[in-house]
């Protein structure tokens, strides 16, 4: 086991129950960072975070650095957006460090805009989060009170306004140029690439960086501490630390910071410090290593690093941090079908294959646990998967704007690879599966699955 | 319903004026538009475009995009009951099921006397402590169905004194004092902000 005594970076403060209070922030170290950065010229404090090569915490992994280096220059004005829409099934850790340390990324922000040269900041809370809302909010009216927001901060030219923005509800806006959209009041829709980054053309076409709450969290520990201790933590590829999230039939679950690239699948499920192993002794049928969009991975994996190359590699990713423990007495078949329902209810409908792939897959994955599957659903599936994410393959190709049409794949293609006798077992509870796969199998997978098993979780789903 | 109030709309002044659109106000005040009425009241929605200055149809083009905004009135209470992956391996079809059955109405539906709309709701990030639900917005963890029951009747006895009614998001509002507002920063100004300019060793930015 590779247990490491790293030190905490971005929940230091977790232990105080004033966590989220400035008198908590300044009393350990808060704004200090700024104080620092506001010494420095902006181009050496991104330099600093090149050095420490912190990998973005949101999912796709892209270095911070390199990020904030992209904006075209003598474009003005910059902006920056915060991405604090977290919501992707399995991940729960922005969340708490908007609750439990909202100064923390206050002070992120103003180092990276200040970095950057954005003249304005947009801090982009997901509506269903009332407790972060607030908790941000009486940050920030700490903060503009204490001078560390607003004009003029602490007597520098530097000046800068942090808005507080809700969402209301849509997981597609975490996409980046779908949270530009929704920021700008309208339909969260993932624009059409290129540009490929809100870098070039963003807020209202002009250069943005968009980053995520948890890579924000890590900027203050880098400029007090220095890259070179930020990067000595780690592996290779993977610096720091970061929150992973064990969910799912464990015995102890939560969220975890661990050194980055060194502890591995098992440290974090089966160590008693961390998950504890699988509740009542059970045994591992299957994990999600990096949110629902991640493919599957088993027993055979438990032993990689979670480091970003190594998982890439193996084919799947960390993602958002978010494991999702399943055991042996898991209905693969309903699982895959529960992560599906998830990306189709979330579609924004705005590219074909996305909108109808997603709620074909859907469709045909609820009537074969109902009981009404036919054999040719499995080839109906793989086909359908296959026209939304050509080849099936990973990283994926996709055929859409955003990566949300693919990642419904993900959990179809592993799920069908490895326990496809799961899937054999629901259809031959059907009396005619086999009939209707000797009776002209073609003419059957042509046709649309059944309509009446609509996607049912109350309420409207955009 | 009704248009925002005089206060309200004062308040939506303020919103705006933190934006360098006035349109990129329009969910915050979709949002202080529901907290008035529970709901977003077509006239509200009106208002609400008046004051951004784009159309009523703009207005619920946005807003019928998120899942949030309740376009009809709804109970006193939301209790969203989280049925994503996490959840469900934990119970909360189970969960789910036992809410309907001890309310009498299926999800997406209100109990006659107004109290609790219930929802099945995808992932709202609290899946370590499934099966978790939210009650307007506000968390409670880990699920029974014996706590289920005595959260009920708690809301209903007014006694959840944690949990404002529907449409009430924040209770707390990010104030910028006019004397410390650095300003919006106009997208057409071109202006590069001062601690950026040149400096002595010729750095580029």
């Known amino acids: 086991m590779a247990i490491t005594d790293a030190p905490k970076i971005v929940t230091s403060r977790f232990q105080y129950d004033d966590s989220h209070t400035l008198a908590r922030y300044e009393a350990t170290g808060g704004y200090q960072a700024l104080r620092k950065a506001l010494g420095m010229s902006p181009t050496a404090v991104v330099e600093e975070v090149k050095a420490a090569s912190l990998l973005g915490r949101g999912g796709a992994g892209f270095p911070a650095g390199v990020k904030w280096g992209f904006c075209p220059p003598g474009v003005w004005p910059r902006y920056l957006v915060v991405n604090g829409d977290e919501s992707e099934p399995g991940t729960y850790k922005d969340r708490m460090l908007m609750e439990r340390d909202p100064h923390q990324i206050i002070e992120g922000v103003l180092i990276a805009s200040y970095a950057v040269g954005c003249s304005q900041a947009f801090l982009y809370v997901r509506g269903e989060m009332a407790l972060a809302q607030e908790r941000i909010a009486a940050a920030l009216n700490e903060a503009y009170d204490a001078g560390y927001v607003g004009r003029n901060i602490l007597g520098s030219e ?73 990067a000595a933590l780690g592996a290779e590829t993977s610096k720091g630390t970061r929150l992973f999230a064990v969910s799912g039939h464990v015995a102890n679950p939560g969220v975890f910071e661990v050194e980055y690239g060194v502890t591995t699948f098992r440290d974090l499920i089966y160590a008693p410090v961390y998950a504890g192993g699988i509740r009542g002794g059970r045994k591992l049928k299957a994990f999600i290593p990096g949110g629902a969009s991640s493919p599957w991975f088993f027993e055979e994996h438990l032993d990689l690093p979670l480091e970003k190359v190594t998982v890439d590699r193996a084919g799947s990713m960390l993602g958002s941090g978010a494991i999702v423990v399943m055991d042996e007495t898991t209905d693969m078949v309903r699982a895959c079908h529960r992560v599906v329902r998830f990306f189709a209810s979330e579609s924004c409908g705005k590219c074909t294959p996305c909108r109808e792939g997603t709620t074909w897959l859907e469709r045909i994955l609820k009537r074969i646990l109902d009981g009404q599957g036919r054999m040719s659903d499995l080839d109906l599936l793989l086909d359908v998967a296959d026209n939304i994410s050509p080849g099936i393959a990973w990283p994926p190709k996709q055929t859409t704007i955003c990566p949300l049409g693919p ?12 326990f496809r006798h799961e899937f054999e077992a629901h259809i031959a509870r059907n009396p005619n599966a086999a009939l209707e796969a000797s009776d002209g199998g073609a003419s059957t997978a042509a046709r649309p699955a059944a309509v009446e098993t609509a996607v049912s979780l109350g309420g409207h789903h955009g | 319903m009704a248009r ?202």
Request: net charge negative.
């Open chain 1, 158 to 230: 530097f000046s800068l306004d942090i808005v507080l923005h809700w969402g209301a509800g849509a997981y597609i806006v975490g996409e980046e140029t779908a949270l530009i959209e929704s920021l700008e009041g309208h339909r969260g829709m993932p624009r059409l690439k290129p540009p490929y980054f809100p870098a070039a053309k963003g807020l209202y076409l002009q250069p943005t960086i968009v980053n995520n709450i948890e890579t924000l969290s890590n900027i203050p520990w880098i400029v007090a501490n220095g890259a070179e201790a930020f």
């Open chain 1, 407 to 418: 990642s419904a794949v993900s959990p179809i293609a592993s799920a069908i690879r490895r």
């Open chain 2, 4 to 205: 925002l109030t005089p206060e309200n709309e004062a308040l939506a002044r303020e919103i705006i004026a933190r934006y360098p659109r006035p349109r990129s106000a329009l969910i915050p005040l979709l949002h202080l538009a529901q907290e008035q009425d529970g709901y977003l009241a077509t006239d509200a929605m009106e208002h609400v475009a008046e004051l951004v200055g784009c159309s009523p149809a703009q207005v619920l083009g946005t807003a019928s995009f998120y899942e949030m905004f309740k376009l009809e009135p709804v109970g006193r209470y939301v209790v969203n009951i989280c049925t994503d992956i996490a959840c469900m391996l934990l119970g909360a079809d189970e969960l789910l099921h036992h809410a309907e059955e001890q309310l009498g109405i299926r999800a997406g539906q209100t109990t006659a006397d107004g109290a609790i709309t219930l929802e099945g709701v995808t992932c709202i990030a609290a899946c370590t402590e499934a099966p978790c639900l939210q009650v307007n917005y506000r968390y409670r963890y880990r699920v029974t169905p014996e706590a289920f029951d005595q959260l009920c009747e708690d809301l209903r006895a007014g006694r959840a004194g944690d949990i404002p009614p529907h449409g009430t998001l924040a209770r707390v509002r990010q104030h910028i004092p006019a004397e410390r507002a650095a300003g919006p920063a106009d997208p057409s100004s071109g202006v590069q902000p001062a601690w950026m300019a040149e400096r002595p060793s010729g750095e580029a930015v």
